[in-house]
Structure formats: structure tokens, C-alpha cells
């Protein structure tokens, strides 16, 4: 008998329409792969609905998940990927793919994890963390770059190089988040790593992504197409290693689980930490499903083993 996996898309969020690209390419893989594949999706409103029909209360999408033998939750962005939706499976008693609850939490509040990296000794971006009452204090003195705490896909995300250019940065983040990181901008490459986990406690890395872009890796030059991804990354061994290790480390004190990407600044001085996306983009042309791709596990293959080790 086929096992039969919930894959779950959509969100109450700002990503809402990235987690839909993501959730309909896992389904049609996992289809492929020969699983029972029961498609849920999230509401921009919250409402659920089971595949392209009405909506069902919240009840009935519990009930149909416990019909499932695993869930695939691809949800990014708060109210998903910030342990949410971790919660809502494991109050059901259904297992599902991805981090739980305390390390989706921690690694959706980019303050938190920038608090952990610097606990393992991990470079982090100098930064002040601001709120609505402390915003109007704040004083511009040199480039910087300004982002929620709490969004994804780099929504709400600018590059500040004048004062006057502060206000509305800051407006387009507390449209996102009630809290709002401004960060120094930190000189260096940008290199992301994907760390699987397995079941047995060992950790594997796939192949190393940098990311080259004229200016700020924006939501625009994300999904625009303007962003070069080189895969595998052109790195000196010990730079590889530097940078393998402390992605691993950090997988390791958020508690992450299946996959997770650390994204990096890789400076003169090492690597800086950026941040950590327990659920990141998932089609087969995201970042994640192109690095495994680099070691020979092709798309439809990753979801399999994700899958298979949930189901034990």
C-alpha cells in the first residue's frame, strides 16, 4: 500500500505565494516518487482547503491529516516555518518532515539565532534590534542594511546608503515585523550551505552555493532571475571546511532536523553568519534541491529520503 504524505502550501504571510511554487513542485515529486499525495493548502485569510476544492474547518483538516502517514509542511515564513505549523502536527500526532517547533521558532527570529551563532563563536553582522518606540531614535551613521526579524525570502529587505533613505527601510520592515533588525553591511561572498540531517545523528553538506548579484540579493533579483548561482562554490579546503563547520553547528543548537540552509558572508576574516532557513524555497530550481543536485541526489530523490526517514 502506497504511503500516503500531506503536503501542505500556501500561509497567512508574505511568502504565501513562494510556499505555493514550493508545495505543488514537493507534491508532483513525491507523486512521481509513487507516494499517496493529499494536497492541503493554507489560506492567505487561514482558511484550509484539501486540493483545489472548498474550504474545510480546521477540524477537518486535523482529521485528514491523521488519515496521512507522514506531512510535509512547506510553508515558509511565519505562522509555518516559525514552528506553527510543527506545533499543530504534533498536537494531531502526526509525523512530518522538517524541524519542530523550538528550532523553527529560533531560527525564523533572526535576533535569536544571531544571539546562538555568537554563543558558538560564529561571526555575526554587527546590529541594534529595534521596536515602534525605539525606530524614531535611531540615528543613520553609515550604510547599513534593514530587515524583519521574523520574514523570509527576503521580503522587506533594504540597502540603506543615505540617511534619508532610513524611513521608508524602516517602514517597508515594520509592515512585516514589530521588530526590525539594522545591520552593518558585512564586505564579503555569498555562500549558502545545505546540512542534512539523518535519523541515525550523522550530518551530510551538500556542495556549497554562492550567490553573485550586483547589489543587495533582494525578493526582486530572488525570483527575478537575476541572481547567479555558482555550484559548487569556488573555495579553498580550509575555507570549505570553516564554513561546512559552522553550518553544521548551527544545525546542531537550533535542534534543526531533514534539511535546513545556513546562509553565510564569507569575509577575509572568515565566515559571517547571515541566516537560517529551516524551510527554505523548495522547487527543484531552489537553492537546496540544486546543491544536492551538485552531489548526484537528484530532485525527486531528496523528498524520498526526507520522506523515508520520517517514515523509519
Known amino acids: 500500500m502506497r504511503a500516503r504524505v500531506a503536503v501542505i502550501g500556501g500561509g497567512q504571510n508574505c511568502e504565501h505565494d513562494v510556499s505555493l511554487a514550493s508545495a505543488a513542485a514537493v507534491g508532483g515529486a513525491l507523486e512521481s516518487a509513487g507516494y499517496a499525495v493529499v494536497r492541503l493548502t493554507i489560506g492567505r485569510d487561514g482558511a484550509w482547503r484539501q486540493g483545489d476544492g472548498c474550504p474545510v474547518d480546521l477540524t477537518d483538516a486535523i482529521h485528514v491529516l491523521r488519515t496521512c502517514d507522514v506531512a510535509v509542511p512547506v510553508l515558509h515564513g511565519p505562522r509555518g516555518e516559525d514552528g506553527t505549523l510543527a506545533a499543530l502536527c504534533d498536537q494531531a500526532g502526526v509525523p512530518y518532515v522538517g524541524s519542530g517547533v523550538l528550532a523553527g521558532a529560533l531560527a525564523m527570529d533572526k535576533w535569536a539565532t544571531k544571539l546562538v551563532a555568537a554563543d558558538l563563536g560564529i561571526a555575526v553582522a554587527p546590529g541594534v534590534l529595534l521596536t515602534p518606540s525605539t525606530a524614531p531614535a535611531h540615528r543613520w551613521t553609515h550604510p547599513v542594511v534593514v530587515k524583519p526579524v521574523s520574514a523570509g525570502s527576503s521580503q522587506g529587505v533594504s540597502l540603506v546608503r543615505a540617511a534619508d533613505e532610513l524611513p521608508a527601510a524602516l517602514d517597508a520592515a515594520f509592515a512585516l515585523d514589530r521588530r526590525v533588525l539594522v545591520e552593518d553591511v558585512v564586505a564579503g561572498r555569498e555562500v549558502d550551505l545545505a546540512v542534512l540531517g539523518r535519523p541515525d545523528g550523522s550530518r551530510t553538506v551538500a556542495p556549497a ?97 526526507l520522506v523515508r526517514d520520517v517514515l523509519g
Open 209 to 305: 552555493l554562492e550567490i553573485v548579484v550586483d547589489g543587495l540579493f533582494d525578493f526582486a533579483t530572488k525570483y527575478g532571475g537575476g541572481a547567479d548561482f555558482r555550484i559548487p562554490a569556488d573555495l579553498a579546503d580550509t575555507e570549505r571546511k570553516e564554513l561546512e563547520d559552522a553550518a553544521v553547528a548551527m544545525f546542531d543548537a537550533l535542534g534543526c532536523a531533514s534539511v535546513a540552509r545556513v546562509d553565510f558572508f564569507l569575509t577575509a576574516a572568515g565566515p559571517v553568519l547571515n541566516e537560517v532557513n529551516t524551510m527554505p524555497g523548495f522547487t527543484e530550481q531552489s537553492q537546496v534541491p540544486k546543491m544536492f543536485a551538485a552531489a548526484g541526489v537528484s530532485y525527486a530523490e531528496l523528498l524520498d529520503l
